[in-house]
């Protein structure tokens, strides 16, 4: 058994000695055999983003089989907004890759992610996870290359007040326990996210702590590897779930929201990209970064306004995206520069082993595993992301960067080195849902292209977007707290 198989935490993978990718029905009809597997569930991510469920309990060897080729039917107008009641029913099918043990239920049972497919047995076209397929194809087809991305994951727990060792407002960052709290519900998230199929890097606390009355919230982040989108996406929807299930057994609530409480910390969804072709890193050389890259940035600058649409979902989103919260608001892009919207962090280019032998002068040259990491990273999004449509919508980004012919122009004019905020004519992101949706039915054109995007989804979220009703929300609600507040409530589980 390869050490790919002997390390990997998903059991299945283990117990088959094989990839997720590689799953037949017969392998997890024979793991459901071996492991006295009772019942199972099928997930799928509706029009909302979140994941659903339907139970299934296994009444015969026939009956699995026939589940697991056919799917099962499911009211599509309860899921999707724009799927109208006449013509409601869908297929769902489960994916036998996503196939994990679920880590939570006291019976022996086994979940699969499925895909969405209509009356005539053809995918669904405004399903979150077929638009996300769509285009990673498009930009396939067009450029030969595909989006691979990891995202970073902030969140809050609530719990009473620790009167021995109390947090410190606004520094949390990496801190550890006793002085950061919660940190066992964040282990415990990462086992079983990484049990289901997450590929997890790391995870740890973050920068925001907040006191309010009794009530302590502190601020924690899982960060993610680079896998195709497709899988990127999966992974982030599950992980919340797991998140909310892990908090709950402990009496903890956990909330993703973009904003708490105004002047803290709010909760971003931090996204990193890298453009791969033939199993290579195109984002950057032993020269640094390349020009392949640089017309992925501008493409993302370019459009960055309508990816709010995408990724700033409800109005507390832009109570986050002001000045002087490590948010950003200005449209430009830099180096390890936290104030852009667009940054490039380090990728280990250049080092080699130096830091390896200097940290540890035992061992030889050449000893350690180096590759080329470099991504970059778009800072805007939020918990409050449809997380399908906002990779399908970087996807698109990318390749509207990577075909316009100023991209090198655009990249280099708006590349900064000072404080974004103090930069004076950069364009600004929308301050509100409503001006969000007015810019993505100003680009719906570069989203409907090749049909990724179809245009009854795009006039159903411009739709929603505008009905907040949010234009100049933050100047209508400075110094109202309890107007404040009520809204921060009334979004403070979305995602």
Same mark, same amino acid.
């Given at each position: 058994?390869?050490?790919?198989?002997?390390?990997?935490?998903?059991?299945?993978?283990?117990?088959?000695?094989?990839?997720?990718?590689?799953f037949t029905?017969k392998?997890?009809?024979?793991?459901?055999?071996?492991?006295?597997?009772?019942?199972?569930?099928?997930?799928?991510?509706?029009?909302?983003?979140?994941?659903?469920?339907?139970?299934?309990?296994?009444?015969?060897?026939?009956? +699995?089989?026939?589940?697991?080729?056919?799917g099962?039917? @499911?009211?599509?107008?309860?899921?999707?907004?724009?799927?109208?009641?006449?013509?409601?029913?869908?297929?769902?099918?489960?994916?036998y890759?996503? *196939?994990?043990?679920?880590?939570?239920?006291?019976?022996?049972?086994?979940?699969?992610?499925?895909?969405?497919?209509?009356?005539?047995?053809?995918?669904?076209e405004?399903?979150?996870?077929?638009i996300?397929?769509?285009?990673?194809r498009?930009?396939?087809?067009?450029?030969?290359?595909?989006?691979?991305?990891?995202?970073?994951?902030?969140?809050?727990?609530?719990?009473?007040?620790?009167?021995?060792?109390?947090?410190?407002?606004?520094?949390?960052?990496?801190?550890?326990?006793?002085?950061?709290?919660?940190?066992?519900?964040?282990?415990? *998230?990462m086992?079983?996210?990484?049990?289901m199929?997450?590929k997890?890097k790391?995870?740890?606390?973050?920068?925001?702590?907040?006191?309010?009355?009794?009530?302590?919230?502190?601020?924690?982040?899982?960060?993610?590897?680079?896998?195709?989108?497709?899988?990127?996406?999966?992974?982030?929807?599950?992980?919340?779930?797991?998140?909310?299930?892990?908090?709950?057994?402990?009496?903890?609530?956990?909330?993703?929201?973009?904003?708490?409480?105004?002047?803290?910390?709010?909760?971003?969804?931090?996204?990193?990209s890298? +453009?791969?072709?033939?199993?290579?890193?195109?984002?950057?050389?032993?020269?640094?970064?390349?020009?392949?890259?640089?017309?992925?940035i501008?493409?993302?600058?370019?459009?960055?306004?309508?990816?709010t649409?995408?990724?700033?979902? @409800?109005?507390?989103?832009?109570?986050? +995206?002001?000045?002087?919260?490590?948010?950003?608001?200005?449209?430009?892009?830099?180096?390890?520069?936290?104030?852009?919207?667009v940054?490039?962090?380090?990728?280990?280019?250049? @080092?080699?082993?130096?830091?390896?032998?200097?940290?540890?002068?035992?061992?030889?040259?050449?000893?350690?595993?180096?590759?080329n990491?470099?991504?970059?990273e778009?800072?805007?999004?939020?918990?409050s992301?449809?997380?399908?449509?906002?990779?399908?919508?970087?996807?698109?980004?990318?390749r509207?960067?990577?075909?316009?012919?100023? *991209?090198?122009?655009?990249?280099?004019?708006?590349y900064?080195?000072?404080?974004?905020?103090?930069?004076?004519?950069?364009?600004?992101?929308? *301050?509100s849902?409503?001006?969000?949706?007015?810019?993505l039915?100003?680009?719906?054109?570069?989203?409907?292209?090749?049909?990724?995007?179809?245009?009854?989804?795009?006039?159903?979220?411009?739709?929603?977007?505008?009905?907040?009703?949010?234009l100049?929300?933050?100047?209508?609600?400075?110094?109202n707290?309890?107007?404040?507040?009520?809204?921060?409530?009334?979004? +403070?589980?979305?995602?």
């Amino acid at each position: 058994m390869s050490d790919a198989i002997a390390l990997n935490p998903n059991k299945l993978v283990r117990a088959l000695g094989k990839p997720a990718a590689e799953f037949t029905k017969k392998d997890i009809v024979r793991f459901i055999e071996q492991n006295d597997i009772r019942m199972f569930n099928f997930r799928y991510v509706a029009g909302d983003g979140r994941l659903k469920k339907l139970n299934f309990v296994i009444n015969s060897r026939e009956h +699995l089989d026939k589940v697991l080729s056919m799917g099962e039917r @499911v009211d599509g107008s309860s899921l999707f907004p724009f799927v109208s009641a006449d013509s409601s029913d869908l297929y769902v099918v489960p994916r036998y890759r996503t *196939a994990f043990v679920n880590p939570f239920s006291e019976v022996p049972t086994l979940d699969f992610i499925c895909s969405f497919y209509n009356n005539q047995g053809e995918p669904l076209e405004s399903a979150p996870e077929y638009i996300l397929r769509k285009a990673q194809r498009e930009l396939k087809e067009k450029t030969g290359c595909t989006l691979e991305a990891l995202g970073e994951l902030e969140y809050y727990l609530f719990s009473e007040v620790d009167r021995i060792y109390p947090i410190v407002e606004q520094k949390g960052y990496h801190e550890s326990h006793p002085f950061s709290k919660w940190g066992l519900v964040r282990r415990e *998230a990462m086992q079983v996210i990484s049990e289901m199929g997450g590929k997890i890097k790391y995870g740890h606390a973050e920068v925001g702590n907040i006191i309010s009355g009794d009530l302590e919230m502190v601020q924690h982040e899982i960060e993610f590897l680079p896998v195709p989108i497709e899988d990127a996406a999966d992974q982030l929807v599950t992980a919340k779930w797991a998140l909310r299930e892990v908090a709950y057994k402990h009496g903890l609530e956990v909330s993703f929201a973009p904003k708490i409480i105004v002047g803290h910390a709010g909760s971003g969804l931090h996204v990193h990209s890298r +453009l791969v072709k033939d199993g290579v890193n195109l984002m950057a050389d032993e020269n640094g970064l390349t020009e392949t890259a640089k017309k992925v940035i501008a493409g993302y600058l370019m459009c960055s306004e309508s990816l709010t649409a995408f990724g700033n979902t @409800v109005p507390t989103s832009f109570l986050r +995206l002001v000045p002087h919260q490590e948010a950003p608001t200005s449209i430009c892009w830099g180096d390890r520069n936290r104030s852009v919207l667009v940054r490039v962090p380090l990728g280990w280019t250049g @080092v080699g082993d130096r830091m390896l032998r200097d940290a540890n002068p035992l061992e030889p040259a050449g000893s350690g595993t180096f590759e080329n990491n470099q991504t970059v990273e778009i800072r805007s999004p939020d918990g409050s992301a449809n997380v399908h449509l906002l990779l399908a919508g970087l996807a698109v980004a990318a390749r509207y960067g990577l075909e316009h012919p100023d *991209a090198l122009k655009i990249a280099e004019e708006l590349y900064i080195r000072a404080d974004a905020t103090k930069v004076p004519g950069l364009k600004q992101l929308p *301050a509100s849902c409503f001006e969000a949706g007015e810019c993505l039915g100003r680009d719906r054109a570069r989203y409907e292209e090749g049909g990724v995007f179809p245009a009854g989804l795009l006039d159903s979220l411009i739709s929603r977007l505008q009905s907040f009703d949010d234009l100049n929300m933050s100047e209508k609600l400075f110094g109202n707290a309890d107007s404040l507040r009520q809204l921060v409530q009334r979004n +403070l589980h979305c995602g």
